[in-house]
């Protein structure tokens, strides 16, 4: 009998809550959840623009996320509140040439991954040195981050150069291009894009380069009438945008598709792996 009272009185007990309860279990992010968890601002742009173009075609607020592309000519960029105005990326100046690095890169570089901003880093093309040269120099100053953007290649002339005047023939360019490009991808893993203008892009045929993503420059017109439908993946509309943030003008762009699509293409972009791009 003494048994029987002692074991009700031990549930008693329990069940009014004087035995301490067991720890929580502890819960972990799975890695591939954490991958997907892409804070992107797709609504609230805060872009203005001191020469806004009177768009008759497609505009490119039709495109739910924009980023911007900076230099030091920047300056000091508050990045926090220019991800708050909806930049969802940058792209990153990093060097120019065979020497030069921009002095700026490294601050941004940093600030922006701080920020939460999707960054990758550009290299401006200059004709009188090497591909090669060129390629050495961006792997020697950026670092390999699989989370960064794919790097990018800016090939576009530079009418104002004091030292390069030098115009390669269209065949030599593509050829330089694809040196470049195959370097980069070795060292990074990820296929980078091109970016260009469009008085570069046709008189280099570069829709012969096939298997990269581009990124056009067009202000005055929907790249498909630009650059007569080639496919691209971001599209630089202005290089007089207003962003809080930032002092003066920026170039911004936008991303080709919507919002999902923009996270699978972050989700296929931005971890070294064979992208599987024909070409």
């Known amino acids: ?38 804070n992107i601002t797709a609504t609230n742009v805060k872009f ?17 996320i924009h980023g911007i592309d900076v230099s ?5 960029i508050d990045w926090l509140m220019a991800k708050q105005s909806g930049v969802n990326f940058a792209f990153i100046k990093a060097t120019e040439g065979g020497d030069h ?26 004709f009188c040195r090497t591909a ?14 699989p989370k960064a953007l794919p790097p990018v290649l800016d090939m576009e002339w530079n009418h104002a150069s004091r030292t390069c005047r030098y115009h390669p023939s269209p065949a030599k360019v593509r050829h330089e291009i694809r040196v470049y490009l195959d370097r980069l991808t070795a060292h990074y893993g990820k296929r980078p ?3 260009v203008t469009p008085d570069f892009y046709k008189e280099n045929h570069l829709s012969r380069i096939r298997g990269y993503q581009f990124w056009l420059r067009s202000v005055a017109n929907h790249p498909r009438v630009i650059y007569h439908g080639q496919p691209w993946a971001f599209w630089q ?10 002092d003066g003008s920026v170039d911004t762009n936008a991303f080709s598709g919507s919002v999902s699509a923009w996270r699978e293409w972050v989700e296929l972009n931005t971890e070294q792996q064979a992208l599987g791009l024909d070409g």
Request: aromatic share 16%; net charge neutral; proline share 9%.
């Open 193 to 195: 894009i091109i970016y």
């Open 237 to 246: 509309y202005s290089s007089t945008g207003v962003i809080p943030g930032i």
């Open 132 to 145: 090669t040269e060129q390629a050495n120099w961006f792997i020697q100053n950026v670092p390999k981050d």
């Open 48 to 64: 203005d623009d001191t020469d806004r173009y009177d768009w008759t075609d497609t505009r490119p607020w039709r495109y739910p």
């Open 72 to 76: 030091k000519f920047q300056g000091d």
């Open 1 to 38: 009998m003494r048994f029987i009272l002692y074991s009700i009185l031990c549930v008693l007990l329990i069940s009014c809550g004087s035995a301490t309860p067991p720890p929580p279990p502890v819960t972990y992010a799975s890695p591939v959840v954490a991958k997907q968890q892409i």
């Open 101 to 126: 690095l921009d002095e700026k890169f490294a601050a941004n570089w940093k600030a922006a991954r701080d920020a939460g901003v999707l960054r990758g880093a550009y290299h401006f093309y200059y």
